[in-house]
């Protein structure tokens, strides 16, 4: 590896000579010697080739041909190649936060349509300009019911994602706030009768989710509104099972939170995503996250700006409704761009293949022979699980070797299950899969 | 000079009257139940034609880094290097499922291992988790880990955190999202630190003191080690807010400092893209006795493998889905691999000497109270030539320049900062300069109707807050 | 409406006052003697920051299929898709040197011979050369051909191409630069062939009769098969200029209209995109009895591998340094695949249905003679309403909309030659119409002062012919 | 493979009714039966996803990690990203020819600039905007030369590459003009005293390398103008190798040619590449090609427009210049911005660099048992020529088959060489390469 020399340049001098000054160093005088420390054990600079070469290098160490058959949270699904064109657009990606609104009425005026399309597709009030991803978008959702009602106990799902629950959990540190688990039926639904029986005077929030934990549809988040009484309900969904089912506005969800990174957003190994919030008009002073609004210019002129920034950090300071400064705003873009690419027609097609990829898979699952598909009347949107009988602690290892991705032991992702699942494991099958590789994935499960 | 941003009458995307053009074969819908069933999807039907052209048109009336200097104090607006975009778009790093197992993403953990490693030289600490969503979900990290660390050690009864009327608001709104009551101390004049100020504020209720130096006017805390033993002596731990961690950067560390630990903006200090208000990432970094309180999965090697370890024990949590803003992570690992140890420093370098030439050229009419050395950015004040800031800066934006900061830190009046970073070429800085001249020289009158020259004049805030409007 | 396009004074890249940033090793110069070493290379020296920015702000000065409609006729400005794009910058296609043996550029060869096929199809043809580098570069290799083939059957008299007047100036160009004479034949006032003087112009001299149907006034020659008739029975070629395929692919084809060869210009047809300029690809195909002259080397099966032949013997030769503009044959296979005959049927029924919708709403104030129907375009005068065609683009390009071709063709006073595209929106259209009504309705000392709105006024040509100034 | 089904549209529906119409068909009537057809075999259309999907397999096909050891006109040289960054900016791909001036000056004011740039860098009083790439530039160039003096004989090296003698002799066909050989040294460099012999009244043009065609760097080239008479010198020549050696305007050419591709462009098997084309300002009206020139508009701005439009086709039609009208506008921009972020120290990096590669892949060459390495005086550049004894034929294939791109028949690819060079292969090194690559070529010939 060769380090480069970086010149000190003329103008530098230039500029040290109008300032009185020798060198660099002159410009440190205030930091005192014995707080010095120095870089150097982190190497010295490169040309641009040399670390071309050398990413491409290690990204080669990623399995990078691997079939994707899972999804929880994080869906390979297909990005239009004008949604890059659009958010690599030098103009957006290197632009800051829109403070000076009427130098930034492009991005603005994005994350307002942003904010309306997603409105739109949840049908919910009000939709911020974006969280960090959809389980701290849960986290953030917590605080907030939290704030309007002053309740103490927030009912989830005893099938809920750990992870989802880990989140929560830090993020209600220090508030007087109490996580209980609700059951749920033997698909992964809401279990509507037991849960009655868990609300009372000091419920703070129902989190419910849809498709459900397991993957399932769950025809019962319309209950909710019915037997919630003064909790808020949470509604956590997938936005691209809006195409086929009901949106959170449907069921009167009080705040719908969901992920946002099948919106045209690359897997990333997990990050940067999108936390898609939205919730009813009348809690938007107690709403986290920036908003942006509608207003007019001095000429009457239709015109964007943040909005309502009483209620962020850099007024109200300790007092604020969170402390978020930096969102997912280039994201937002990308996924309002994808909704706005594919439409109605598109979103159905992703939705549907989805769906029928999730059924063919299922069906010819059947025939490995230590799997058991389960044959639940709500049917599977994109995740799903199946038995795979004494298989299932070493089935996902062995898949990833023959170039799979799925497989996923259910109950380390989620937080409990019960015990007649306890073999089950977690696949996918998004719109990118085909009939091909749904076969090669069967006879490699065979194989093993 | 002429100057004009690009003006559309720019549609709603919804209204454009074209349509959906997207490619697909014809797929039946699964039969729902009518009770479940989506009975009315909402969505825009354009031709995508027509979204690339209004995302084109739009993108022309918005500001950025590619389309000009951009002072914007404290946000450190640095040119983002096109290979860092080059490599996060790379399908070999970007493919990865979060979920994959370690043996199949060894890549990816290497770049976060590496990326780790440098951010403890550079912070001069001994632990970092790279988890942190951005610079204030690293700030309510670390106060987690101060509350559970007061906690482990019995003290419960540390239930405030003392920060600086200088900070930034992210600091106090952290600190009480982690359920601390905030102490706000004055500072002087010039933004430093008020010793007796903070004796005072420093109790047995004090679970940490939160600051950034340089501070939020620009200047370099020189007694900052007796303020960390000062702290430290009452039991308190020192943090450091990392979004000026770009003026000092490669000549001290907070480790050297005596900080216990700190955030990063990778935005700020490694160049990765704001995207106009996000994604960022804030990894934090922490001594060693603070390590274990770090959120899991946590990165590690062994032998010759990178793996991800989720030991809950002692830790404050989980606080992202996944691992972290993983491709920002990668751009800030290529720039720091790009630039090394001399080209960070001559970074530092040549920010400061900037900032201090800026300061020079603006003291005549501008000066705010401090003579000295500026570290990376400037704090001037309007006030001195009676004009309202928010008035300089629409004149500013008018000749198609980007405003610095207005009305922070709070505690200068009519406050200006300016940031010019190591990017900004003497031409830049001149022409900044000039412009900020002749908006003295304009009768208020005439700055009240600036903006001309952009896609809107003056947009109605109150109208906005007052009407509230937030979808179409 | 409000619009103003952006507007910078942009200064002469190596006006910017920065400092080169490029980061290399210092490496010494070879040494070299004085007679020959370099002693004064003259570059820009600016920061790669200042030179992004530079071409971001010159973007934005600039108008495009992405910023809006843009109706250039002939130029059949269509959507160009980003996937053919992020396909052409696949390094997979993109790293393949051109001199690599075929066993290792197979996915290349099998790009090239896929579109070969479909290029038969197309065009009803029997042979592909994929080699030529434009339009007017496959109208040279097909004159070279035309040439080729008479010498071959002993017919060296026939030096003469007969051209319409109608016709591209590409045509005559590319005619006498392959050594013929042109003949250039009057048109009936619709651009229509004017039977009679074909027949007094068609001699024992004729080679070839180049047209392209519809014509350049968008009017399909419906006598077309009687025409090809009468050229053959004279003993000479008649020639497709492709131009305006898109007018008519997928209903009928140049091979079943009689033709002997055709060009494509793959950006017209095919949606690569133009770039300001160029670069285009310009593939050629003929019938088989002209097969064996096309270029060298031409690409083949053999069995299941692709190969590149080159067969000297009868051929016109090598027009082009290696194998053609592959990335533009790349993108325009990919957008056949991806539209399929359906699709490519489709653009043809929308951009005539457009042109047709666009005549008729024009009709009352610009009609120009023909009232029958138009294929993929409309030309329309602006001498019914005494008015000059340049005034009139000038104030449609000051309402932010791109201007009609203007002057073409040659033969209708005060031209606009107006082609909307399968693109087109309905709002598009409207709005242009509706442009061009106010157009119309202007003064005339109005039009002159147009454009104010864009980055620059009227330009002054003579100025710039007379006191050439070609570089800085 | 699915077909897609795509919809006639509902306004398409509204048109036609405007227009009285019942169907698409309806507009087609002007085209008679009997010269109908269809283009059904070209089978149905298709999802974007599927098309990435077949191009991703199809790409896969070509051999990507190929070494590449080999030039020729066709440069693996490093891109900076800013580079893909401008060029695919929407409005500089998307825009036409830049017709209407004012709405158009970015183009217009970026292609001025590549002009200006070129002729700084050669030195030569006037650049047109572009050709369609070096060897067709020559072509155009003998032409040209052909209308200044009207004389017949054109001077070109014996060794001169077969590609370039034939794209020359396919331009010239029609006109009265010969191609005449003219003897060179030893290493490929021009045998002066041989080709003052050779000129004479009749001589039309002289056709210079610089590089030789054998890679190596001629001073002869700065002795032309002493000896050529009424003919017009073109030079052709590397633009990299004037980081280091001199400016066709430093030795007085007439036209100077190149080939832009070494500029920011990438392989791309071929194309598009950039011909470079520039000449003594007294030629420009018989110049080909486009030329952008500096003017102002009303109020006296500085202003871009396409002048002395009336050498081009769409003015003079059969007495144009030339008939170009598409050029490579987009790639002339590419390479005025690579040389702009390069600037000298770049440059002449990228120069010295293939340089030393050249030279240390020489040095360890001589130890391969078969090879003889020339020990010329002049130095090559980043082309070179080695004698590779009896395994010649098959050194390239063999190589391939190793990973590596090199080794190509000298003779094979030039017009004629002398008989004791017959056993000479082509190689390259350019900045790309390292040492540890340069040392596996080593092994790999070592083990052919």
């Given at each position: 590896m060769i380090t480069l020399v970086v010149d000190s340049m003329d103008t530098d001098n230039d500029l040290l000579a109008y300032l009185g000054m020798n060198d660099y160093e002159d410009l440190f005088r205030d930091i005192p010697n014995n707080i010095r420390s120095d870089i150097k054990s982190i190497g010295g600079g490169r040309s641009e080739m040399d670390v071309m070469f050398e990413s491409e290098r290690i990204g080669s160490k990623n399995a990078i041909n691997m079939k994707i058959f899972l999804g929880l949270g994080a869906y390979e699904r297909f990005i239009p190649s004008s949604i890059p064109n659009i958010i690599m657009r030098n103009e957006f990606i290197t632009s800051y936060t829109p403070y000076q609104a009427e130098i930034s009425q492009g991005m603005l005026h994005s994350l307002f349509e942003y904010q309306s399309i997603i409105s739109d597709l949840s049908k919910m009030d009000v939709t911020n300009s974006s969280m960090y991803d959809g389980?701290?978008?849960?986290?953030?959702?917590?605080?907030?019911?939290?704030?309007?009602?002053?309740?103490?106990?927030?009912?989830?799902?005893?099938?809920?994602?750990?992870s989802h629950r880990q989140v929560?959990?830090?993020?209600?540190?220090?508030?007087?706030?109490?996580?209980?688990?609700?059951?749920?039926?033997?698909?992964?639904?809401?279990?509507?009768?037991?849960?009655?029986?868990?609300?009372?005077?000091?419920?703070?929030?129902?989190?419910?989710?849809?498709?459900?934990?397991?993957?399932?549809?769950?025809?019962?988040?319309?209950?909710?509104?019915?037997?919630?009484?003064?909790?808020?309900?949470?509604?956590?969904?997938?936005?691209?099972?809006?195409?086929?089912?009901?949106?959170?506005?449907?069921?009167?969800?009080?705040?719908?939170?969901?992920?946002?990174?099948?919106?045209?957003?690359?897997?990333?190994?997990?990050?940067?995503?999108?936390?898609?919030?939205?919730?009813?008009?009348?809690?938007?002073?107690?709403?986290?996250?920036?908003?942006?609004?509608?207003?007019v210019d001095t000429k009457g002129k239709r015109a964007f700006v943040m909005t309502l920034q009483t209620r962020e950090q850099h007024i109200r300071r300790d007092k604020a409704m969170s402390n978020i400064c930096t969102n997912q705003a280039l994201l937002a873009i990308a996924s309002s761009a994808y909704l706005s690419i594919l439409g109605k027609k598109g979103l159905r097609w992703v939705a549907s293949r989805s769906m029928e990829n999730v059924s063919k898979t299922f069906k010819k699952m059947e025939k490995v022979s230590y799997v058991k598909v389960h044959k639940w009347k709500n049917p599977f949107f994109t995740d799903f699980i199946v038995d795979a009988g004494v298989k299932s602690d070493t089935l996902m290892a062995n898949l990833e070797k023959a170039g799979f991705l799925g497989g996923l032991k259910a109950n380390s992702f989620l937080f409990t299950m019960p015990d007649k699942l306890k073999n089950d494991v977690f696949f996918a099958a998004t719109e990118m899969r085909n009939d091909s590789e749904i076969d090669q994935l069967i006879t490699a499960m065979e194989a093993i | 000079m002429t100057y004009h941003q690009a003006e559309y009458d720019e549609k709603y995307i919804k209204e454009i009257n074209s349509e959906n053009s997207f490619s697909c074969e014809k797929i039946e819908l699964p039969k729902l139940d009518d009770s479940i069933a989506q009975d009315d999807l909402k969505l825009p039907e354009i031709a995508e034609n027509d979204v690339v052209r209004h995302y084109v048109r739009l993108s022309?009336?918005?500001?950025?880094?590619?389309?000009?200097?951009?002072?914007?104090?404290?946000?450190?607006?640095?040119?983002?290097?096109?290979?860092?975009?080059?490599?996060?778009?790379?399908?070999?790093?970007?493919?990865v499922h979060p979920l994959a197992d370690y043996e199949y993403s060894q890549g990816n953990l290497q770049v976060m291992y590496e990326l780790r490693e440098y951010l403890k030289v550079i912070s001069g600490m001994d632990a970092v988790s790279l988890q942190p969503l951005a610079g204030a979900h690293g700030e309510f990290t670390s106060m987690l880990i101060v509350r559970k660390y007061m906690e482990d050690i019995g003290e419960t009864g540390r239930t405030e955190i003392i920060i600086p009327d200088s900070a930034h608001g992210t600091n106090p709104a952290s600190a009480a999202m982690a359920g601390f009551s905030v102490v706000e101390i004055p500072s002087l004049e010039t933004g430093v630190i008020n010793m007796d100020a903070l004796e005072a504020a420093l109790s047995e209720k004090t679970a940490a003191f939160m600051i950034t130096n340089p501070n939020t006017l620009g200047i370099f805390e020189t007694d900052i080690k007796e303020i960390a033993d000062m702290v430290h002596r009452n039991g308190s731990l020192l943090y450091y807010d990392g979004a000026n961690l770009n003026a000092i950067l490669g000549l001290t560390s907070p480790g050297s400092m005596g900080f216990d630990m700190v955030h990063f903006n990778l935005h700020k200090t490694f160049a990765t893209p704001h995207g106009g208000g996000g994604p960022g990432a804030g990894p934090v970094a922490v001594k060693s006795f603070l390590e274990k309180y770090l959120p899991f999965p946590r990165i590690e090697k062994e032998g010759d493998l990178y793996i991800l370890k989720s030991d809950e024990k002692d830790s404050i949590g989980r606080v992202?889905?996944?691992?972290?803003?993983?491709?920002?992570?990668?751009?800030?690992?290529?720039?720091i691999k790009y630039k090394g140890s001399n080209g960070l420093l001559l970074n530092t370098q040549r920010a400061?000497?900037?900032?201090?030439?800026?300061?020079?050229?603006?003291?005549?009419?501008?000066?705010?109270?401090?003579?000295?050395?500026?570290?990376?950015?400037?704090?001037?004040?309007?006030?001195?030539?009676?004009?309202?800031?928010?008035?300089i800066a629409k004149y500013i934006i008018n000749k198609g320049v980007h405003a610095p900061t207005i009305y922070f830190p709070l505690i200068v009046p009519e406050a200006l900062m300016i940031e010019p970073t190591e990017d900004a070429s003497r031409d830049d800085m001149d022409e900044f300069c000039n412009i900020i001249q002749e908006a003295v020289l304009t009768p208020d009158e005439e700055l009240h109707k600036m903006p001309v020259n952009l896609s809107i004049g003056r947009a109605d805030e109150v109208k906005a807050a007052k009407d509230l409007k937030l979808k179409w």
């Open positions: 389980p701290t978008g849960l986290g953030e959702a917590v605080r907030m019911a939290h704030r309007i009602n002053g309740k103490k106990t927030v009912l989830i799902p005893e099938n809920i994602r750990l929560i959990k830090t993020y209600i540190t220090g508030l007087d706030i109490l996580l209980k688990p609700y059951p749920v039926n033997e698909d992964g639904t809401i279990n509507l009768d037991k849960l009655i029986q868990l609300i009372d005077e000091d419920t703070s929030a129902i989190i419910t989710y849809n498709p459900s934990n397991y993957g399932t549809i769950d025809p019962g988040v319309a209950n909710i509104k019915e037997i919630k009484k003064a909790a808020i309900h949470i509604a956590y969904y997938d936005p691209v099972s809006l195409a086929i089912i009901k949106s959170p506005g449907d069921y009167d969800a009080d705040i719908a939170v969901g992920e946002g990174q099948q919106l045209g957003i690359s897997l990333s190994y997990g990050g940067p995503y999108l936390g898609i919030f939205s919730f009813k008009e009348k809690y938007v002073r107690k709403s986290p996250g920036r908003l942006i609004g509608e207003t | 022309q009336m918005n500001y950025a880094v590619d389309t000009g200097f951009y002072p914007l104090g404290s946000c450190t607006m640095k040119f983002n290097p096109k290979f860092a975009d080059r490599i996060a778009n790379d399908s070999r790093f970007a493919r992202a889905g996944f691992q972290g803003s993983f491709t920002n992570l990668l751009r800030a690992w290529a720039y400061v000497l900037n900032a201090n030439y800026m300061a020079k050229r603006l003291e005549p009419i501008l000066n705010y109270h401090h003579e000295g050395l500026k570290k990376h950015e400037v704090i001037m004040s309007t006030k001195m030539v009676n004009k309202r800031a928010l008035d």
